[in-house]
C-alpha cells in the first residue's frame, strides 16, 4: 500500500515536498511515479524514478521545479516542488510500475496511493 503525505495549502512561490512511503522492497524492483489530477481533467504524469534511480520528468520542461527522489532504506519516495503556481493545485498520487513500462504512461501503473492534495493560493 503506497501513502502519500505532505500536501496541503501553500502561497505561490513558496516550495513543498510530498512523500509516498511504500512498502518494504518496493523501491528496489518498481517504479515509482507521481501523477497529479484536477476534477474534471485526466490524471497527469509529473515525473517517475525507476529502481536504477534514474528520473524522468514531464516533458514541458517542468524538470527545473519538480525533482523526483527515493530513500530505498526508509522505503520512501519524495517529490520536491519549487516556485509552486496556482496551476499546481491538484490532487497528487504517488504510483508503482513494473520496471521497463513506459513511465509517463498512467496505465502502468496497477497500485496508486490515495492521493495528497495540494493548494496553491495566489
Known amino acids: 500500500q503506497l501513502v502519500e503525505s505532505g500536501g496541503g495549502l501553500v502561497q505561490a512561490g513558496d516550495s513543498l515536498r510530498l512523500s509516498c512511503t511504500a512498502p518494504p522492497r518496493t523501491l528496489g524492483w518498481y517504479t515509482m511515479g507521481w501523477f497529479r489530477q484536477v476534477p474534471g481533467r485526466e490524471r497527469e504524469f509529473v515525473a517517475a524514478?525507476?529502481?536504477?534511480?534514474?528520473?524522468?520528468y514531464k516533458v514541458d520542461s517542468e524538470k527545473g521545479r519538480f525533482t523526483i527522489s527515493k530513500d530505498n532504506a526508509r522505503n520512501t519516495v519524495h517529490l520536491q516542488i519549487k516556485s509552486l503556481k496556482p496551476e499546481d493545485t491538484a490532487v497528487y498520487y504517488c504510483?508503482?510500475?513494473?520496471?521497463?513500462?513506459?513511465?509517463?504512461?498512467?496505465?502502468?501503473?496497477?497500485?496508486w496511493g490515495q492521493g495528497t492534495q495540494v493548494t496553491v493560493s495566489s
Open positions: 524514478i525507476a529502481r536504477s534511480g534514474h528520473t524522468a
Open positions: 504510483a508503482a510500475a513494473q520496471p521497463g513500462s513506459p513511465a509517463s504512461d498512467s496505465s502502468s501503473y496497477n497500485n
